[in-house]
């Protein structure tokens, strides 16, 4: 994705398509993470302000991923168990959903349950390969296809583009999109992420995450990070069965396009890959 694009060459791209603002709530919980000693209270205030928001913080403290031995009923004492990061997710997976839903795209009925598994997916593989950045996972899983609702919302006939792609066998869909719309949602979704502030790492795997091939046999030195971001969004996709919710096909056309360079990449066979998704499914992950 290039970094040089101007204005016009911007407005041409998006092709009419709104970038919705970041929510208030939002960038009022970012501007007090960028403190050098951020206020755990004030967090909670702001997240206390927001029902649905509380109550996706009660809820994912008091799921069976955390084991407590009693249930947490103060938002304040969910955000300490928390942490900032896992809050900010949060945040940003209820913002998306309040932000980007309509009428129209109630015809992809799981699309959010779908981006929701594939981001708790993607933060499990992380911590089953001992890679660091799971929070950045657990983002890059849950905003990679953002653009998806605002192409739905731009362009009549885009559910069927995006259907036909996922079920060609050569897995072209971006090439599809691009013929139809002249733009594609990698694209719009790069733009949605890099406006609402999330980490340059899953900004750029956005930018090209159904073209990963071309990532890996265009591959930059210093780049090992965004491949290994991109290897786990691909396994936590297929594990998610997102063909099957998106694109209402049995097959995994994309998987089979680029899982070698996946496995290859992490160094894992496919005994390997089969443990650690059996590992997903023991968690209760990725069986929908």
Not at 7 to 13: A, D, G, T, V
Not at 268 to 283: I, R, V
């Amino acid at each position: 994705m290039s970094h040089t694009l101007n204005e016009s060459q911007l407005k041409r791209i998006l092709q009419g398509i709104s970038i919705p603002p970041q929510p208030q709530i939002m960038v009022d919980l970012h501007m007090e993470q960028a403190m050098p000693d951020p206020d755990m209270a004030r967090i909670s205030d702001i997240i206390s302000q927001d029902v649905s928001l509380s109550a996706a913080v009660l809820k994912l403290v008091n799921s069976a991923a955390f084991n407590l031995p009693r249930k947490i009923a103060s938002v304040q004492q969910a955000v300490t168990l928390l942490g900032t990061n896992s809050v900010t997710n949060i945040v940003n997976s209820l913002a998306v959903k309040s932000e980007l839903s309509d009428d129209t795209i109630q015809s992809l009925h799981s699309f959010w349950d779908t981006a929701t598994d594939i981001a708790a997916i993607s933060s499990s593989l992380a911590s089953q390969l001992n890679f660091k950045y799971q929070d950045e996972c657990y983002a890059l899983g849950l905003f990679h296809n953002a653009g998806i609702p605002l192409m739905l919302k731009r362009f009549k006939g885009y559910k069927e583009v995006l259907i036909k792609g996922y079920q060609d066998p050569n897995f072209r869909l971006t090439d599809f999109e691009n013929l139809a719309f002249k733009t594609n949602h990698s694209v719009v979704g790069y733009y949605l992420a890099k406006s609402w502030g999330l980490p340059k790492s899953c900004c750029a795997v956005i930018a090209k995450h159904h073209r990963i091939d071309f990532l890996f046999t265009h591959r930059v030195a210093g780049d090992s990070i965004n491949l290994t971001f991109a290897s786990i969004l691909k396994m936590a996709e297929h594990i998610a069965s997102a063909y099957k919710h998106i694109g209402n096909i049995d097959k995994d056309y994309e998987w089979e396009k680029v899982s070698h360079y996946v496995l290859d990449h992490l160094d894992l066979t496919e005994y390997d890959f089969e443990g650690l998704m059996e590992t997903c499914h023991e968690q209760g992950l990725g069986l929908n």
